[in-house]
């Protein structure tokens, strides 16, 4: 694995290297965009602070090969989709540009190193560091941070500034993806974060970051990159990654079904007629066994003998 794919790996911790190293090499003649998809357990080196664990479930797309920001709405909608498929209610999109940061303060003449002091501060939302490193300056960065929250009211804020035309740019085409993605989910809450970097590193362009009430960490988070940053091609492209495990609490209580003790000598045919009807069941496993006790040990609310379905 090359420097970048490590140092990507140990950030996003996923399968996004190895899907570039497919587009670009397997799949280096098949038409554009591609939109790949997959799932599997990831190992990193070590737990962050949201993500104490080291190994997990993930689930994930990438759209390589398109670059306009229609890519990105659709990338967004469709994980806002599926997590609001499973059930999971009160969902939130955190949006951020998390080149802009660094673009304005090259702008405004910062040195490289006083650029790194600078991103540190804000990631850490220190504004009184933002202070000190920015100096004269700092009035921006502060209105930066102070924009966070809600897309429609931090909008207003970013476009209250005097931005310079690049940067200005990137404003531009958040305000555009929020008004979209609104369009498209009107149920699904939209936040932004201009000043939000940490895991998105590699990232250039639009990112999001997924987020349900009372759930600890996030459900997901993706955004757009070059593939030639994780692997062998140079397309634009965009994707996502859901943690199954951060998933799997935010979802609502499941219904459950109703249980059925088989005998053995339960009827195949109705026993499969129960399971078409959405019915559990249970096989006897002991001949011998009180099927009535072992029917009520295994939580099961009524036994099949015979044809004969009876309720415990």
């Known amino acids: 694995m090359d420097p970048i794919s490590q140092r990507m790996m140990g950030l996003r911790a996923d399968m996004t290297p190895q899907v570039a190293r497919i587009a670009a090499s397997r799949l280096a003649k098949a038409p554009r965009p591609l939109r790949l998809c997959y799932a599997g357990q990831v190992l990193r ?25 229609l890519a990105d709405v659709e990338v967004v909608s469709l994980a806002a989709e599926a ?3 499973l059930g999971i209610e009160a969902l939130s999109v955190d949006l951020t540009q998390p080149t802009l940061v660094s673009d304005l303060a090259r702008d405004l003449g910062f040195a490289p190193e006083s650029v790194a002091l600078l991103r540190e501060a804000l990631d850490r939302k220190d504004a009184a560091t933002v202070q000190a490193a920015a100096g004269e300056k700092a009035g921006i960065f502060i209105a930066l941070l102070r924009a966070a929250g809600p897309a429609e009211r931090g909008l207003r804020a970013l476009k209250s500034l005097s931005l310079p035309k690049p940067v200005a740019a990137q404003v531009g085409q958040l305000a555009e993806v929020v008004a979209l993605i609104a369009e498209a989910l009107p149920g699904l809450a939209i936040t932004i974060d201009p000043v939000e970097h940490r895991g998105f590193e590699y990232q250039t362009g639009l990112s999001f970051t997924f987020f349900a009430p009372k759930v600890r960490g996030e459900l997901g988070r993706g955004g757009r990159y070059r593939a030639s940053s994780v692997g062998q091609g140079k397309e634009p492209a965009t994707g996502f990654t859901l943690y199954m495990d951060t ?11 109703p249980r059925v003790y088989l005998a053995p000598d339960a009827g195949r045919t109705r026993a499969r007629a129960l399971q078409a009807e959405g019915w559990v069941t249970l096989g006897a496993t002991d001949p011998a066994a009180d099927h009535w006790a072992e029917a009520k040990r295994l939580g099961c609310g009524h ?5 004969e379905l009876e309720e415990l």
């Open 45 to 69: 080196v070590r737990g962050g602070q949201l993500r104490a664990a080291r190994q997990f479930g993930q689930v994930g797309a990438e759209l390589i090969g398109a670059g306009h920001l």
């Open 83 to 85: 997590l609001q498929g």
């Open 247 to 257: 998933i799997m609490g935010a979802l609502p209580p499941g219904e459950r079904r």
């Open 303 to 307: 036994i099949l003998s015979g044809e």
